[in-house]
Every structure is written in C-alpha cells, then in structure tokens.
C-alpha cells in the first residue's frame, strides 16, 4: 500500500479512533444537546462561551447556523423528532431575518443559511424551504464586486477601507453552488467560481500559509496586498484561517466535481501540520506553537479535520481518513467537555478573537459544530453533509 507522506510526518500522542468510540461520543453529545435546547428554547447560544456557559441571544450573529447544524447532525444520528423540531423552528427564525434583512451585511450568509435552510431541505426534501436557500444567495452575491471578482467579507460596499475578501469565505460559496443546483441559473456559481479563484490566486504565501484578508485597489480592481485581522500579525499564519483552507478547497471538488489546485491543498495541509506541537492540538496562531502558554484553538483542529474527510471522499488511496481518526483521537482527549455538566458547549479550548480578547480558552459554536461533523463523518462515511 502507498503510504501517504502526512502520515509519516505526523507523530501524534494516541491512536486511531474506532466507530464505537465515536458512536458513544455522539450519544454523550445528544444528551447535552437536548438539555441546551431545553435552557435556549427559541433563544440562540452566543458565539463562545464565558466560563464555559452560552449566553442567550436572538438569530442575529453569524454563529448561529452551527447551532442548527448540530442538531440536524442529532437527528441523523439518533432519529429523536426532538432534534428535528428544533431545526424546524430555527429554520423559521432564519426565514424571518432574511425577510427583515437583520444583520446580515457580511459574507457569512453560508455558515448560517447551509447548516439551517439547506440542512433542512436535504433531511425533510421539503421543496418550500427552496425559496429560503435562493433569497439566501442572492443575499451573498450582492456583495460581489464585479470587475474585480470577490465576494467583499464586511462593511459597505462603498468603502475603500473594506474592499477586501478573507479566507472563511471558502465555506461559504457552497451556498452559491446549492443555489445553481436548484434554481439552474448559472450566475450563482459563476459568482463562487470566480470569487474561488481569487482566493486561491491570492491569499496564499509560497510557503502554503495563508493571510486572513487580502485587500483589492478600489480604483483599478487589481489584487493589492494581504493583512490579517484575527491572527498574532500580517506575517504570521492564523490557525483557524489555514484550516479554512484546508476544508474548502475539498468542498470546492465537492461541488465542482474536479479535483483542483491538489497541490495548493497539500500545501497548506504540509504547512499546518508541520506547526503542530507534540500534543497535536494548535494555538491559535501557527507562529506561537512554540512559546509556552500560548492559548490553544481546538476549533482550527476540528476544521482541519473534516477536511481530510472531505478529500478522502474524492482521493480514497490516500487514507486521509486514517489521518483524521487519529487527529480526531487527540482532539477528544485533550478538548472533549462531554464529561463535564458545568460546561455548555462541545469542544473546549478554542480561541474566538485574541485582538479582542474574546473568547479566549472557552468553547465556541463552530468548533462545537465541526468537532461533531468530524465524529459524524466518521461513523457515517457515506454522509454527505450540507455544505454540497
């Protein structure tokens, strides 16, 4: 058998995880769930905790989808209609801020409108939900600037200090492809191709770091220089922004059918796991592996794994997946808050804004979600998901 290099570059403190452990971890989590969604009712959890506990808040962050997506994960796994009712009513919440167009001037459109209206569309096949997922894009590609070809992350789109795009759109195209699928109008994946390619032409270093942001030239449309608004500095390579990478550039095979920019993609999977430390969970920027109580981001490892799994699906003899089992092993060692009744979330130890001093070593609704996507992708490896 071809042995793949990444497996014998990573040296990693525990083995392999099985089936039965993820299908006992799932089961841990449905019960934290429901308890949740009793204390939330038609409430949303905050985006990160503080001292562990979710605050309440109404549908208006750009979190609030992984909440959705969490349970529509529960409801395949367990078949309980509890977690159904849930999305059900969510996915009512997300119709009324689209139709009240309530904080929804950013980018994010596809982390929250994937993982509740078409989450709900593939487990129900409900065909009313349609209109939902294509007033959704249509939110997204009101923000693409034409001549220069991206999709602008935040801001209005008349200022010159937010002509930019950041890597965490890679997530969100998979919208804009769904949206061609359903409606058969081209424009919305010509749009997610071309905003694709500037990111791919652009935000990446030669060494196959990544910035967060890359600025445009208002005047000209012509790429400019890149910056970064999470990370420790522009020089250095925020953790959860190469993990980005490492899952859209899959997700973009997914929904393209071809396997593009591979090298790219291994690139940036090189660059990330050659800056794990021994333990195999990163801090929250790649540079500051290496100094001492650096804060971890558990959730750049979580997403950094569910795209292994969705390269495995399109490069079987790579065994991406054994990769992923064994970083999936690490991950609920060292992070896993199933043991732990006092705390809210999923997935401890993640970082949301170190600027900001926000969120810092507590869980979060992403890595919450992708820590059960990666436990779900894994027990279930036909899964197809709701990005594509």
């Known amino acids: 058998m071809k042995e793949n290099p990444l497996l014998t570059s990573l040296s990693l403190p525990f083995p392999a995880l099985t089936r039965a452990q993820c299908r006992d971890e799932l089961s841990a989590i449905g ?16 985006a990160c905790t503080t001292e ?3 605050a309440l808040k109404e549908n208006n962050d750009w979190t609030n989808g992984f909440w959705t997506g969490m349970q529509a994960i529960a409801w ?8 159904l009712d849930t999305v059900k009513r969510n996915v009512a919440s997300f119709r009324a801020r689209l139709d009240a167009h309530h904080v929804l001037d950013h980018h ?75 409606s058969g109008e081209h424009h919305y ?22 910035f967060h942001t890359f600025y445009f030239d208002p005047a000209s449309g012509e790429p400019a220089y890149g910056k970064t608004f999470q990370g420790f500095s522009d020089q250095s390579c925020w953790a959860r922004g190469q993990a980005w990478a490492i899952l859209g550039i899959p997700l973009n095979w997914s929904a393209s059918g071809k ?15 050659r800056h794990l430390p021994a333990d195999g969970v990163p801090a929250w920027d790649l540079a500051l592996n290496d100094i001492d109580g650096t804060p971890k981001d558990s959730s750049a490892l979580a997403i950094a794994i569910c795209g292994l799994l969705e390269a495995h699906k399109h490069l079987p003899d790579e065994h991406y997946d054994r990769i992923a089992s064994q970083l999936l092993q690490t991950l609920m060692v060292q992070a896993s808050a199933k043991d732990d009744d ?10 949301y804004a170190w600027a900001l001093g926000k969120g810092i070593d507590e869980c979060n609704l992403w890595g919450d979600y992708f820590y059960m ?16």
């Open 31 to 46: 019960r934290k769930l429901l308890r949740n969604a009793e204390r939330y009712g038609d409430m949303f959890p905050s």
């Open 52 to 54: 562990n506990r979710y």
């Open 76 to 83: 395949e796994f367990s078949g309980e209609a509890a977690y």
């Open 108 to 182: 994010d459109i596809g982390f929250l409108y994937s993982l509740s209206a078409v989450a709900y569309w593939k487990l129900t096949d409900d065909s009313a939900v349609k209109s939902l997922i294509l007033a959704a894009a249509d939110v997204l590609i009101r923000r693409f600037h034409t001549d220069a070809g991206f999709i602008q992350a935040w801001g209005k789109l008349s200022d010159p200090e937010e002509y930019r795009l950041i890597i965490d759109s890679l997530i969100n195209l998979p919208l804009l492809h769904v949206a061609a699928n359903i």
């Open 189 to 210: 994946r010509e749009v997610a191709e071309r905003h694709y390619q500037n990111v791919i032409d652009n935000i990446f270093r030669e060494d196959g770091s990544t």
């Open 259 to 273: 396997i593009q920019h591979l090298e790219r993609w291994l690139q940036a999977c090189s660059y990330f796991f």
């Open 342 to 351: 006092a705390c809210d979330g999923l997935l401890k130890h993640g970082v």
């Open 373 to 388: 996507e990666a436990l779900y992708r894994l027990y279930q490896p036909q899964w197809s998901g709701y990005w594509i």
